[in-house]
Every structure is written in C-alpha cells, then in structure tokens.
C-alpha cells in the first residue's frame, strides 16, 4: 500500500463521516474528481492505494478515455485476483510510521548518479525497471530529479506543458505524464524502484 496527497479518482472509499459530512453538502454537479483533488476538500488528507490495482477502464473509449491514453496505461495493468492478499496493519499506514518506512528505504537505496548507472540497472535487473510485478528485486534504486513542478507549471488537475522535465521521466519509468498522481511528498514509488523527485 503506498499514500499519495493525489486523488487518483478510479475506484475509492472514504469514511462514511467524511462523505456524508465534509463532501456531499459541498458536492459539485461535474468534475468531482477534480473538485476533491482542491486543497478545501482534501484537507492535507491523502489517499491509500494498493500497490497492485484493484481497478481499470474496461474499454478504449470513454468520457476521459481515448485509445492512445488506454494503450500507454491501461492496457497492461495487472489486476489483483487474491482475496487473501496480505495489505500492512492499518497503524503501519498513518503518516508518521509510513514515512518512517520510506526514511528506512532511502537510507539503505542506491542512489542512481547518471545514465549509465540506469543503463547497468536495467542490464542486470532488467524487471526492475519494467511497469511489471517484479518480487525478485531486493535493491531500492533510487533517482534524484529536479522535473520543473513548481506551481506556474502546474495546474489543479496536474497538468504540465509538453516541455517539461517531467515528460522523459514518466516516459522512461512508464510513470503517469501528471506529475502529481501517485506522489508522497515529492516521492514517486514504482514496482522495484523508488523514484525520488525533487520538487
């Protein structure tokens, strides 16, 4: 289970208090997703997401859908079919002991320096860079990247232009092109490798 302080807005639950108190008296008429991604709603709360998805568009078309946009991230997710599958203690997932772990992470990752260091990664481990189910990787890689995110650069859904520093980066880890989605504090968690970004 990673957190993220970004909506993701496919497939959620929220604690019967919040919806019924902070959200559905406030609830817009379109967009919700992009409403509830608004610092009045999220209120510095963030999101739990299960590593390994739990959901999916099912067609290549769609209100928010295209088949260029189903093919670069909807296509090969892998879903989860384990009903035991084992998620951490809810405690292990409050802020404090969550970045505690991900402190415990970096500290003990190999910090990527260059290209040629991705390049012999990739060479040796080549499922630990894959947008895959890897298991077999025990090293944290970790990458530090300044990707231009400031707020002039970015707008509420996420958004950034095409020349952005971000763009060759979720390319190449096959991240989301929306700089925020899935982030922790600047933090960007992938299967086997942790990519850090400097924000």
């Known amino acids: 289970m990673y957190r993220s302080e970004w909506f993701p807005g496919l497939g959620w639950l929220a604690g019967r208090a919040v919806f019924v108190v902070d959200l559905l008296p406030h609830w817009p008429e379109t967009h919700w997703d ?7 709603q999220r209120r510095e709360r963030d999101t739990l997401f299960p590593e390994v998805s739990r959901a ?4 290549e078309q769609g209100a928010n859908m295209d088949e260029t946009t189903f093919r670069r991230y909807d296509r090969h997710i892998v879903l989860n079919h384990l009903p035991s599958a084992q998620l951490p203690e809810a405690q292990a997932m409050t802020k404090a002991p969550y970045e505690a772990a991900l ?9 990527v320096r260059d290209l040629q260091d991705l390049v012999s990664i990739s060479e040796r481990e080549p499922q630990a860079l894959a ?3 890897c298991g077999s990787c025990e090293t944290a890689y970790v990458v530090f990247y300044a990707a231009g995110m400031s707020a002039d650069e970015v707008n509420l859904e996420g ?11 979720s390319n190449f880890f096959g991240l989301w092109h929306e700089p925020r989605r899935g982030r922790h504090a600047g933090l960007h968690r992938c299967v086997c490798v942790c990519v ?4």
Not at 34 to 40: I, K, M, Q, T
Not at 56 to 59: C, L, M, N, Q, T
């Open 131 to 133: 947008s895959s189910i």
């Open 196 to 199: 850090c970004v400097c924000v």
């Open 103 to 111: 402190h415990g992470i970096l500290a003990s990752a190999f910090v």
């Open 34 to 40: 992009h409403w509830l991604r608004a610092s009045e």
């Open 159 to 169: 958004r950034i232009s095409a020349h952005s520093p971000w763009k060759p980066i």
């Open 56 to 59: 999916r568009h099912i067609g």
